[in-house]
């Protein structure tokens, strides 16, 4: 079955730091486009970052901009998240999103909370 595990998250202050990863199985990881959502207590999901098969040029939501990066390892079938410098506003329950075609697949979800 296809499966896609968020680890990573947890408590950090603000100006702080914190990578997540996102470990995919039961899909052709190396085709398919990668994206981190989040959805903060009665907010809706939003789109975060994104980045293609081929791991060439990423997109960013404005918010996180000069501040998130994201990556992948085909060969180890994870993208990651760095995320820097971050703010109260970016907690939030974080998603790792698999897209290809009409296949849309989400993992659990992981909480990252930002506070002092």
């Known amino acids: 079955q296809v499966q896609l595990v968020e680890s990573g998250g947890g408590l950090v202050q603000p100006g702080g730091s914190l990578r997540l990863s996102c470990v995919a199985s039961g899909i052709h990881f190396s085709i398919y486009a990668m994206s981190w959502y989040r959805q903060a207590p009665g907010k809706e999901r939003e789109l975060v970052a994104s980045i293609p098969s081929t791991g060439g040029r990423s997109n960013y939501a404005d918010s996180v901009k000069g501040r998130f990066t994201i990556s992948r390892d085909n060969a180890k079938n994870t993208v990651y998240l760095q995320m820097n410098s971050m703010k109260p506003e970016d907690t939030a329950v974080y998603y790792c999103?698999?897209?290809?075609?009409?296949?849309?697949?989400w993992g659990q979800g992981t909480q990252v909370t930002v506070s002092s």
């Open positions: 999103n698999a897209g290809l075609g009409w296949s849309d697949y």
